[in-house]
């Protein structure tokens, strides 16, 4: 499988139709206004932290990934003049041969939509396709929504808790 060309169109809970795809660097600009869309809360739940601003380095690391051991992709509308607006992302990194720490995010707006539904899907199918047997993620205890997509993402799962965090492991 073509990771760089990697596309599919989904259909979200409301009906709208998403394409998700491979992010590229040219998703710099989508991926600053996605953020700006977030809440304070939506990205703590993502990066732990009160993130308000990001380093170029993290700007780059967001959106200059490998598709090999970093894997990144995005989930949007497509509008009539061919922009794109980004409405979700998820990731993988590999931490050893065979598995890798998968996290997602999405937009206040579309939340509660299906977007990590439908993300956590195909990054299965790249991750099988690439090897990877293992996803970990690390999820806040608090946030249900996120952790009722892995458990309904229809992969065996154990799950350990820690203080407040559930860690999670699903097997492909």
Sequence with gaps: ??????????????GRRIKIRAVTPADRERWLDFIARTSDATRYRRFFSFKRSFSEQEIDYQVNVDLVSNVALAAG??????????IGGARYIVTEPGRAEVSFMTDDAHQGLGVASLLIRHLILIARD???????????????????????????MTVRQETEVTLITLTL
Aim: glycine fraction near 8%; aromatic fraction near 8%.
């Design 77 to 86: 509308f497509e509008e009539e003049d061919g922009q794109e607006i980004g």
């Design 1 to 14: 499988m073509n990771v760089a060309t990697y596309s599919a169109i989904e259909t979200l809970r409301d």
């Design 130 to 156: 690439a090897g990877i047997k293992t996803f970990d993620a690390e999820v806040l205890s608090d946030n249900i929504p996120m952790l009722k997509v892995f458990q309904h993402c229809g992969l065996p």
